[in-house]
T-cell receptor, first 114, second 111 residues
Framework: KAGVTQTPRYLIKTRGQQVTLSCSPI?????VSWYQQTPGQGLQFLFE???????NKGNFPGRFSGRQFSNSRSEMNVSTLELGDSALYLC?????????????FGPGTRLTVT | EDKVVQSPLSLVVHEGDTVTLNCSYE??????LLWYKQEKKAPTFLFML????IEKKSGRLSSILDKKELFSILNITATQTGDSAIYLC???????????FGKGTRLSVIA
C-alpha cells in the first residue's frame, strides 16, 4: 500500500505570494491532518479534514486554509506569505474509524519564504 | 491550555549507551500518548500508550506511561547511530480531536 504523498517536496516563495500544498492520503483513509513544524515551535496542528469537511482547526490565522476532495486528497493554501511561514508542512492521514487510530505522516513540504 | 513538554531538548550519547527520554503532559481529557521517531522528514509511529504501568516494547525501545503523575518515558538501550533522530511525544484526546505534540527531543548517537 502506498504511503502518504505530498507535493511539492520543496518550495521557495517570496513574501506576499500565496502557495498551495497537496497531500494524498493512504488509500482508504478519510482523515487528513495538516501540521506546521518549525525549530522553535515544534509540530503545531493546523487543521483536520474528514469526508470533505473541516473537523478541527488549530490556532492559525485565516491566511491558512484548506480543503478536501471527494477522493480524500487534501490541499492547504497559505495566502500573503510571511517570512515566519517558512517551515516544514506535514500532512498525516488516518482511517478515523471508531476507537484508537494511528496517523501516518507524509514526507512533508519544505517551504522557504524569502 | 493543553501542554506536552519533552525533556531534554537535545541529547548526545555514544553508541551502546542507554537513554531515557521524558514526556510530561497537562491535558483536559486524555485518551492515549503516542511516541514518534522523526529522522529526515516524516515522523514514524513507535508506540501508543493508554494504560498506566504497562510497558510497550519493540526491540531495544520501550515505553511506559504513568497516568497518575502525567508522564511517559521512552527508553532506548544499546543505542546505535541509526537511533539518531527527533523523538516526538503527542497526547490524544477522546473523540476526533487533534493530537497535541511536544517539541521533541533531538537525539544524536555518535560512534
Amino acid at each position: 500500500k502506498a504511503g502518504v504523498t505530498q507535493t511539492p517536496r520543496y518550495l521557495i516563495k517570496t513574501r506576499g505570494q500565496q502557495v498551495t500544498l497537496s497531500c494524498s492520503p493512504i488509500s482508504g483513509h478519510r482523515s487528513v491532518s495538516w501540521y506546521q513544524q518549525t525549530p522553535g515551535q515544534g509540530l503545531q496542528f493546523l487543521f483536520e479534514y474528514f469526508s470533505e469537511t473541516q473537523r478541527n482547526k488549530g490556532n492559525f490565522p485565516g491566511r491558512f486554509s484548506g480543503r478536501q476532495f471527494s477522493n480524500s486528497r487534501s490541499e492547504m493554501n497559505v495566502s500573503t506569505l510571511e517570512l515566519g511561514d517558512s517551515a516544514l508542512y506535514l500532512c498525516a492521514s488516518s482511517l478515523q474509524l471508531a476507537g484508537i487510530d494511528e496517523q501516518y505522516f507524509g514526507p512533508g513540504t519544505r517551504l522557504t519564504v524569502t | 491550555e493543553d501542554k506536552v513538554v519533552q525533556s531534554p531538548l537535545s541529547l548526545v550519547v555514544h553508541e551502546g549507551d542507554t537513554v531515557t527520554l521524558n514526556c510530561s503532559y497537562e491535558v483536559t481529557n486524555f485518551r492515549s500518548l503516542l511516541w514518534y521517531k522523526q529522522e529526515k522528514k516524516a515522523p514514524t509511529f513507535l508506540f501508543m500508550l493508554t494504560s498506566s504501568g504497562i510497558e510497550k516494547k519493540s526491540g531495544r525501545l520501550s515505553s511506559i506511561l504513568d497516568k497518575k503523575e502525567l508522564f511517559s518515558i521512552l527508553n532506548i538501550t544499546a543505542t546505535q547511530t541509526g537511533d539518531s533522530a527527533i523523538y516526538l511525544c503527542a497526547v490524544e484526546h477522546p473523540g476526533n480531536t487533534p493530537l497535541v505534540f511536544g517539541k521533541g527531543t533531538r537525539l544524536s548517537v555518535i560512534a
